[in-house]
């Protein structure tokens, strides 16, 4: 009886060391990817995915770590498997680095006063007009960022709803106080002809129009480098102001494609 008694224990023992394993396992794991997924604001995408799948393989080299610095090896082989899987941390980490992730944020506190604090001063100081954007029932401020590698691109945007009334004041107000855009718009692309493609400076998405505004020393050369941008919605009563900045952007298929991929509208709207 005492040896059955003794046997139990010893299974109690180890299925209470195979629990605790089990958490030191999953542990690292989780709480990197619950700080991906659920923190970050990353939008899911191909590249996005791999780096989930990055970030997992850290968190259980982080438990191969924690595992071995618990074993009872020597010290000189401890120390040379510590140095082999330290390396191949710092490796998938920085292959997780270069890997191209896009992110999006919302906020619906203090929505203006937070866009016009994050953006860069010369994008408030270049357009012709400072931003008053009425009397809204609603807004709300994202930030969108895409990043490859070191290049990267920035997008604010600040959307406010409206009654009806307060809509048709406020558009009015934008038509005589901003300088929109008339000058069609390189892409940075050229036909067989080596003439340089051109689009349209504003577009309609659905029932939105979005126009550019002309900086106000009139400067329209690097529009790809850091752009502003209105939307006006007549349906919705809807109004957007975005802020776009790329260093590294030379061309784009057209200004749809930059509100959509590079400013991240599309997200907006999920």
Request: aromatic share 12%.
């Amino acid at each position: 009886m005492l040896q059955t008694y003794i046997s139990g224990e010893k299974k109690e023992k180890r299925c209470h060391e195979s629990v605790i394993k089990l958490i030191i396992w999953c542990a690292p794991t989780l709480i990197l990817l619950l700080i991906i997924v659920f923190w970050s604001g990353i939008i899911p995408s191909q590249s996005s995915d791999l780096l989930i799948v990055i970030i997992a393989l850290m968190g259980l080299i982080i438990t191969r770590i924690i595992f071995l610095l618990r074993s009872p090896k020597k010290a000189a082989t401890k120390a040379a498997l510590l140095l082999v899987w330290i390396v191949i941390f710092v490796v998938v980490g920085f292959f997780g680095l270069l890997l191209g992730r896009t992110i999006h944020h919302v906020i619906k506190t203090d929505a203006q006063s937070r866009f016009e604090a994050d953006i860069p001063h010369y994008f408030l100081e270049s357009v012709s007009a400072p931003i008053e954007v009425g009397s809204p029932k609603t807004t709300e401020y994202h930030t969108y960022s895409r990043s490859f590698s070191i290049f990267y691109s920035d997008s604010w945007i600040l959307s406010c709803w409206y009654n009806e009334e307060e809509y048709t004041k406020t558009v009015t107000s934008i038509e005589e106080h901003f300088r929109f855009r008339t000058e069609p718009l390189g892409t940075g692309y050229y036909d067989e002809n080596h003439i340089e493609i051109v689009d349209d400076p504003q577009t309609m998405i659905g029932d939105e129009l979005f126009r550019m505004l002309v900086p106000g020393d009139g400067d329209i050369s690097d529009f790809y480098k850091g752009c502003f941008l209105i939307m006006t919605n007549d349906k919705n009563h809807q109004i957007a102001y975005i802020a776009f900045s790329d260093e590294d952007l030379d061309m784009i298929e057209s200004l749809e494609d930059l509100i959509n991929d590079y400013c991240g509208w599309k997200y907006l709207q999920l």
